[in-house]
Structure formats: C-alpha cells, structure tokens
C-alpha cells in the first residue's frame, strides 16, 4: 500500500516537496518512481530512483525536479522546485518489489500504484 501526500496549490516559481510512503510485508525495494498525468494527456514518467540510487528524469523536469529515498522508511520524495504552469497534474507514486514472507524469506514480486495527488501551479 502507497500513501502519497504533499501536493497542492502553489504560483509559478514556487516549491512543492511530494512524499509516498509504503506499507505492507516487504522485503526489498526496488524502483521508487514518479509519474503524472494531465487532463487529457497521457500518465508520464517523471522521475524515477532504482535501488543503488540511479535515478532517471524526464527532460521536461531536469534541473528542476529531485527525486530521492529513504530506504529506512520505504518512503520516496520528489522535490519540486522552479515550478511551472505546465507541471499541473495529478502526481502517482510507484514501487515495485518482492513482498516479505512469514519465514522472513523473499516472496513475489510485486508493483503498486499510490492514490494521485494533485498539483495546480498558477500563472
């Protein structure tokens, strides 16, 4: 289970700071990532953090977006800088896998979508 939170309203230029964190029997981690979507518009990747740390960025958000875990707490931020009108969108967090079994041992993979949150920035 995802819990995301941190979106809202905020002007051009501002700052938004998104989190998700996630619940369950897990053993491991693998993909922490970030996708939107506009009205209309297809979901997007916006950045993703792959267990070593690598990360990926849509060019649309490079320089602007910072994505970053804390593996502790099985929870991913996104912070959002310099923000634009055209980054209005509802925000989806997305992990992916393996469960923890009774025996403390790995289980199935698994991939999880967390609930949108929106975020509006004006003009």
């Known amino acids: 289970q995802l819990q995301a939170s941190g979106g809202g309203l905020v002007q051009a230029g501002g700052s938004l700071r998104l989190s998700c964190a996630a619940s369950?029997?897990?053993?491991?981690?693998?993909?922490m990532g970030w996708y939107r979507q506009a009205p209309g518009r297809q979901r997007e990747l916006v950045a993703r953090?792959?267990?070593?740390?690598?990360?990926n960025y849509a060019d649309s958000v490079k320089g602007r977006f910072t994505i970053s875990r804390d593996n502790a707490k099985n929870t991913q931020y996104l912070q959002m800088n310099s923000l634009k009108p055209e980054d209005t969108a509802a925000y989806y967090c997305?992990?992916?896998?393996?469960?923890?079994?009774?025996?403390?041992?790995?289980?199935?993979?698994?991939?999880?979508w967390g609930q949108g949150t929106q975020v509006t920035v004006s003009s």
């Open positions: 997305n992990v992916d896998g393996w469960v923890r079994l009774s025996t403390g041992s790995r289980g199935r993979y698994f991939e999880v």
């Open positions: 369950g029997s897990i053993f491991s981690i693998n993909t």
């Open positions: 953090i792959i267990s070593g740390s690598s990360t």
